[in-house]
Nanobody, 118 residues
Framework: VQLQASGGGWVQAGGSLRLTCTVS????????MGWFRQAPGKQREMVAQ????????DYADSVKGRFTISRDNPKNTIYLQMDSLKPEDTAVYYC????????????WGAGTQVTVSS
């Protein structure tokens, strides 16, 4: 399984970015998919994800109302639309796809840097 993420960059506070992640296999073979981030000196945290095959969507409290996760099934792609960005959103963002077959099997993208200046 290969994941290709893109869309990171530099933006001023209040701006927007959209991240894209394409998986090399059929998106329907994954139970969960989403975005995580890791800021310097901090642990990786969930930002937004589809669970239960996309029936449920979860967001970190810090991004609710500003970030939106979506997917394009025929393209095996997920997106993260990030609006009203804040300096504290600065981090490396990782896409994640998970299969649950008795145990959780996680697949991670390489990470894309998002930098928000004040």
């Amino acid at each position: 399984v290969q994941l290709q993420a893109s869309g990171g960059g530099w933006v001023q506070a209040g701006g927007s970015l959209r991240l894209t992640c394409t998986v090399s296999q059929n998106i329907y073979t994954f139970n969960e998919m989403g975005w995580f981030r890791q800021a310097p000196g901090k642990q990786r945290e969930m930002v937004a994800q589809h669970t239960y095959g996309g029936i449920s969507t979860d967001y970190a409290d810090s991004v609710k109302g500003r970030f939106t996760i979506s997917r394009d099934n025929p393209k095996n792609t997920i997106y993260l639309q990030m609006d009203s960005l804040k300096p504290e959103d600065t981090a490396v963002y990782y896409c994640n796809f998970r299969r649950q077959i008795g145990e959780d099997i996680d697949f991670w993208g390489a990470g894309t840097q998002v930098t928000v200046s004040s």
